[in-house]
């Protein structure tokens, strides 16, 4: 039986569609091992799908972390997840963390004028990493940015890779979902 992954993230396709960049995403290094994508809208609903999934498959979970990664352990148990840590996985800070992490995919995306020299090295210290990055893109091409139109085709430009090599928790998620 196949994996099931309940994602943090809007099902609304009105702006953007999220589940298409995170399928598209993983598919770099899952491909023909993709599990059944689901996005659950807010965190809080999310785990609840996670927790309620009586599909058959093995369950994971992705969601925001909301705070540095030395919090991990913090967040799960406020969450009520220590029992099922294994399968529970953080997008960092937020995904922007990994946006600003790939400047490439930002120069592509927002344009000619815009120049990711001004994202700091080390996204992971960002405490806010979606304000990060509406405030540097509030004169790009593309205008300030937004979280599902613009974050869903993001996505869609990341390095699925490199997300590994520079995000343990990234890497921790494709290796639970190829075993």
């Known amino acids: 039986m196949g994996k099931i992954l309940f ?15 995170f399928h598209k995403l993983l598919k770099q290094v899952l491909e023909g091992r993709m599990p059944r994508l689901v996005m659950g809208d807010s965190a809080s ?4 799908k996670f927790r309620n999934n009586r599909t058959g498959h093995e369950a994971l979970l992705l969601i925001d972390l909301d705070n540095h990664p030395e919090q991990r352990s913090a967040v799960l148990s406020s969450l009520e997840l220590q029992p099922h840590s294994s399968r529970s996985f953080f997008m960092v800070q937020e995904m922007e963390a990994w946006f600003l992490s790939q400047g490439q995919a930002l120069d592509q995306f927002y344009g000619k004028d815009f120049s990711s020299k001004v994202v700091s090295k080390l996204p992971r210290a960002i405490s806010k990493p979606s304000q990060k990055l509406m405030q540097i893109t509030r004169n790009s091409d593309k205008g300030k940015y937004h979280k599902v ?7 869609e430009l ?8 520079d995000f343990p928790e990234s890497d921790r998620l494709v290796r639970a979902i190829e075993a």
């Open 7 to 21: 994602v943090e993230g809007t099902r609304d396709l009105s702006n953007g569609d999220l589940r298409r960049g």
């Open 45 to 48: 609903r999310t785990i609840d």
């Open 149 to 155: 139109r613009h974050g869903s085709l993001l996505l």
């Open 158 to 165: 990341l390095d699925a890779q490199k997300l590994r090599r």
